[in-house]
């Protein structure tokens, strides 16, 4: 907890940092990022709290991985879906047009 407690610290303290010169140099300062970043955060705790609760169910390790990394990526995505966080849009893009270069690429062949 100690160590999980600095690191936390330490990532605020340098949030802290470089918002506030990111808002010197760009006029985009503490509170415009912590703004646009409220849907991910609420996402991401979100996340860790329905993986955290099935802490609590007697899986084995195996089982807990795999069941926890599957249901984090659906709550993931349903969440990104239901805050409309844009980046998950764009990623989202990203991967149908990889994945469709690759389905051309296979069709030549």
Do not use: C, H
């Not at 509170?31 to 979100?46: G, H, R, V, W, Y």
């Not at 047009?97 to 069709?107: S, T």
């Amino acid at each position: 907890m100690a160590v999980a407690s600095g690191k936390l610290l330490v990532s605020i303290i340098t949030f802290l940092l470089y918002a506030s010169v990111s808002g010197k140099l760009f006029g985009y300062g503490v509170l415009p990022q912590l703004k646009d970043a409220i849907p991910i955060i609420i996402t991401n705790i979100f996340v860790g709290g329905v993986v955290y609760a099935v802490s609590f169910i007697n899986l084995s390790p195996l089982m807990y991985i795999l069941f926890s990394g599957l249901l984090a990526v659906t709550v993931y995505i349903v969440m990104s879906r239901l805050l409309k966080i844009q980046e998950f849009f764009e990623i989202q893009l990203l991967i149908k047009k990889f994945l469709g270069k690759k389905l051309k690429v296979k069709q030549n062949f």
